[in-house]
C-alpha cells in the first residue's frame, strides 16, 4: 500500500514539475497595449495615398482593383459604413489593443488569448489548446479563426477562414483565401508583433509588415457605437462608385506630390529589392519631396 502511494505521490510531482516548466515558456499578453506608430504612421494614422501601392508584392489583379477605386465608395456604399478590418489589418489601425487570457483551472495552462481592439469593436480568439482548424467550407469572418503554438517565449499564431478584404486602405483586395501568421514578441513592457500574410488571389509573395505596442495600463478602451446610415443620399441607383480602366484622374497624384518613380508606386514584388533601383526610371512631377502642407505653399 505504501508502495502504492508512493508511487501516485512520484508520478503526480512529476507531472507538476513538467506542466510548470511548459508553463514558465509561456509569456502573458495580457493588459492595456496602446499602439505606437513610429513605424508606417502616414499610411496607419491619415491613410495611405490614393494610388500608392509601393512596398506591397502584388500582382495585376490586384492592381487593377486598386486602380478602379473610388474613395467615395465607404460613404456611399452603407454596407461598409460598420465594416471591420480584416484580422491581418486590425492591428495597423489607431485602436488601443486589449488582450485577456482564458486560463484552465485545473492545469493553470493558457487555453487562449481574446484580443480586442476598439474600432467596430473587432475580437479575436488565439486558441492554444492544440484544436484544429475548421474545414475550408467553414463560415469565414473578418477576424478569422487562430490557433497559437509556443516556439520559445515567443507565440507564433496561424489565422485562416478570413472574409474578403484590403491589404491596404486605399483599395487594394484581400481576398478570402489569404492566410497569415503572427509571431508576438515581448520586450519589457513593448509588444512587437510580425505579420507574414500569404495571398495566393492578389499577392505573388508573401507580405511582411510588423506593428509595435506599449503597455499601458491606464488605457481603457471605449465602445465604438457604429450604425449603418445613408451618409451621402446621391447614389439613387445603388451603384458601387468605382473607375473603368485607363479612366482613374488621380493614380499619378502620390508620385507627382512626393517626387517619385511611377513605376515604384505602382507595387509588385519587384520593387522591394535593391536592384529595383537601376530600372525604376525617372520621377515625375515638378516638386520635390515635401509633406502635404509644403507642397501648396
Not at 58 to 66: C, H, L, P, S, W
Request: glycine share 8%; net charge negative.
Amino acid at each position: 500500500m505504501k508502495s502504492i502511494t508512493l508511487t501516485k505521490v512520484l508520478g503526480c510531482t512529476i507531472i507538476l514539475i513538467f506542466s510548470m516548466l511548459a508553463n514558465a515558456q509561456q509569456i502573458d499578453f495580457s493588459g492595456e497595449w496602446r499602439p505606437i506608430f513610429h513605424e508606417d504612421a502616414p499610411e496607419r494614422v491619415p491613410g495611405p495615398g490614393f494610388g500608392d501601392f509601393s512596398g506591397i508584392p502584388i500582382n495585376d489583379a490586384a492592381r487593377m482593383r486598386g486602380e478602379s477605386y473610388d474613395t467615395n465608395r465607404i460613404s456611399i456604399v452603407t454596407e461598409y459604413i460598420c465594416r471591420q478590418h480584416g484580422g491581418d489589418y486590425a492591428m495597423r489601425g489607431l485602436a488601443d489593443l486589449r488582450i485577456l487570457r482564458d486560463i484552465d483551472p485545473r492545469t493553470q495552462a493558457t487555453v487562449a488569448f481574446k484580443t480586442r481592439m476598439g474600432f467596430h469593436n473587432m475580437q479575436r480568439t488565439i486558441w492554444l489548446d492544440g484544436r484544429q482548424h475548421p474545414s475550408v467550407d467553414a463560415p469565414h469572418t473578418f477576424q478569422g479563426f487562430s490557433t497559437g503554438v509556443w516556439e520559445g517565449n515567443m507565440l507564433t499564431i496561424t489565422t485562416t477562414h478570413l472574409k474578403q478584404s484590403y491589404l491596404r486602405r486605399n483599395g487594394l483586395p484581400a481576398s478570402s483565401e489569404r492566410t497569415f501568421t503572427e509571431h508576438w514578441l515581448l520586450h519589457g513592457k513593448y509588444l512587437t508583433v510580425i505579420t507574414v500574410i500569404n495571398d495566393p488571389v492578389f499577392l505573388t509573395e508573401p507580405m511582411l509588415r510588423s506593428q509595435d505596442f506599449e503597455f499601458d495600463p491606464t488605457r481603457r478602451g471605449g465602445f465604438n457605437n457604429c450604425e449603418y446610415t445613408t451618409e451621402v443620399p446621391i447614389n439613387p441607383d445603388n451603384l458601387v462608385p468605382n473607375y473603368l480602366p485607363g479612366e482613374n484622374p488621380y493614380l499619378d497624384e502620390f508620385a507627382e506630390i512626393y517626387h517619385l518613380p511611377m513605376s515604384g508606386v505602382r507595387g509588385g514584388a519587384e520593387t522591394l529589392y535593391p536592384e529595383f533601383r537601376e530600372e525604376m526610371g525617372p520621377p515625375v512631377g515638378d516638386r520635390q519631396f515635401c509633406t502635404n502642407e509644403d507642397c501648396d505653399a
